[in-house]
């Protein structure tokens, strides 16, 4: 199985912030690589899919890039919905592994 | 609109079995491969199984293969997770998710909860 490994695990961060998460496959997955933002007791929310595709309607302070085995989340400047945990996932073969999460929360 | 409506989570003795059902609307369902994915209490979103678009291949975590059984009926635009011989480490949220066309999940359900305890 390929494993996706984020860092860091947990951010404070103040609104306003430009705020980067890692993600890092244990072996290549092109661009088959997905974030997803989740906030407790409520769906998960798609936010990027193929590294850097923005889904439709997220706000453009999203970002991602990458390719390969490295990649990243930007979030350009915080705002006080983004609060949540962001997870990364490879959809390069199943089973679709996801990194283990980044919780962010005010500082 | 896209929404997706996961049901039949509950308590269940450790051994016992539960179905749960994904319905879709608002997307041509019978063209779309259809994932589950659960989160346990504490931890982290864990993929669980995949359908394609006409139920023709599906494929699942190691930790539940032999136990679970993803289906579907595209005539009732639902996707089905049948359970069976369930852990305690089965507890969960179970989420069903639409895939978009690279394998990712685009749309989410709300989930629903699955005890398993004595």
């Known amino acids: 199985d390929i494993q996706m490994t984020q860092s860091p695990s947990s951010l404070s961060a103040t609104v306003g912030d430009r705020v980067t998460i890692t993600c890092r496959a244990s072996?290549?997955?092109?661009?088959?690589l997905n974030w997803y933002q989740h906030k407790p007791g409520k769906a998960p929310k798609t936010l990027i899919y193929?590294?850097?595709s923005l889904q439709s309607g997220v706000p453009s302070r999203f970002s991602g890039s990458g390719s390969g085995t490295e990649f990243t989340l930007t979030i350009s400047s915080l705002q006080p919905e983004d609060f949540a945990t962001y997870y990364c996932?490879?959809?390069?073969?199943?089973?679709?592994?996801f990194g283990q999460g980044t919780k962010l929360d005010i500082k | 609109e896209v929404q997706l409506l996961e049901s039949g989570g509950g308590l269940v003795q450790p051994g016992g079995s539960l179905r749960l059902s994904c319905a879709g609307s608002g997307f041509t369902f019978s063209n779309y491969a259809m994932t589950w994915v659960r989160q346990a209490p504490g931890k982290g979103l864990e993929w669980v199984s995949v359908i394609t678009y006409t139920g023709g291949e599906t494929y699942y975590t190691e930790s539940v293969k032999g136990r679970f059984t993803i289906s579907r009926d595209n005539s009732k635009n639902t996707v089905y997770l049948q359970m069976t011989s369930l852990r305690a480490e089965d507890t969960a949220v179970y989420y069903c998710?639409?895939?978009?066309?690279?394998?990712?999940?685009?749309?989410w359900g709300q989930g629903t909860l699955v005890a398993v305890s004595s």
């Open positions: 193929t590294a850097s």
């Open positions: 996932q490879q959809s390069y073969t199943t089973p679709r592994t």
């Open positions: 998710a639409k895939n978009g066309a690279y394998g990712d999940c685009d749309y």
């Open positions: 072996q290549t997955i092109s661009n088959y």
